[in-house]
């Protein structure tokens, strides 16, 4: 199993429309959860971190589930400029090495079209 | 002010040279991070810095060496380039070992010919 797996895409969707991420991880052991959003060409940019509880951003809402080791990203109403990449990303938070990593999956492509 | 700076941009180089890429951040973060992004998009950590304590990603060819001069600075220099160097590498920071946002230079885009 990959340490982070994503649904690589690409997704196509309308404006407007609603788009659900998912993300599974390997590492029970992980403790920091994160989407990550990169645009063509540009570097990584956090979009929000992921608590257990769940916490949303507008109109991002992201999703924990530890026991089944799963992470979502759900965006309402999409708009042209949300056309990015989306990066699940995991700190896997053990005490020796590999807690300072933070580990990315392959990423998720979005296209947002008129 | 730029939070992570890594220069140069674009480098293109030829087999067999040896190269190095610097990064800067001034965010007074604790640790540091080089990934590398090959054509298929793939973000992969290659070395992370924390307090003197450099973590190796066991995959990374040991041409590929980090120096850091000071807790601001990670250097990446890269020796023998090969073809298969060629990727976009970035530079990042975070605050206590990656539990928090890690923060990205803008990237250096490698090409090995």
């Known amino acids: 199993r990959k340490e982070v797996e994503q649904d690589p895409g690409p997704f196509n969707v309308p404006e407007g429309a609603t788009v659900a991420f998912n993300c599974t991880y390997s590492?029970?052991?992980?403790?920091?959860f994160f989407w990550y959003r990169q645009d063509c060409r540009k570097e990584p940019k956090l979009l929000m971190s992921?608590?257990?509880s769940g916490n949303e951003d507008g109109r991002f809402t992201a999703q924990l589930n530890r026991a089944s080791q799963y992470i979502s990203l759900l965006i309402r109403d999409s708009k042209l400029s949300d056309s990015a990449t989306y990066l699940c990303v995991v700190n896997k938070g053990d005490s020796g090495a590999g807690s300072y990593q933070l580990t990315f999956g392959k990423g998720t492509k979005l296209s947002v079209i008129p | 002010d730029t939070a992570v700076s890594q220069t140069p941009k674009y480098l293109v180089t030829q087999m067999g040279n040896d190269k190095s890429i610097k990064c800067e951040q001034n965010?007074?973060?604790?640790?540091m991070y080089w990934y590398k992004q090959d054509s298929k998009k793939f973000l992969k950590i290659m070395f992370s810095?924390?307090?003197?304590?450099?973590?190796i990603n066991e995959t990374v060819p040991n041409r590929f060496s980090p120096k850091s001069p000071d807790k601001a600075h990670l250097n990446l220099h890269i020796n023998s380039l090969e073809l298969g160097d060629s990727a976009v590498y970035f530079c990042?920071?975070?605050?206590?070992?990656?539990?928090?946002?890690?923060?990205f230079g803008q990237g250096t885009r490698l090409t090995v010919v």
């Open positions: 992921v608590y257990s």
């Open positions: 990042a920071s975070s605050l206590a070992g990656g539990f928090t946002e890690a923060f």
């Open positions: 590492n029970s052991a992980s403790q920091s």
């Open positions: 810095y924390n307090n003197k304590e450099l973590i």
């Open positions: 965010l007074g973060h604790d640790t």
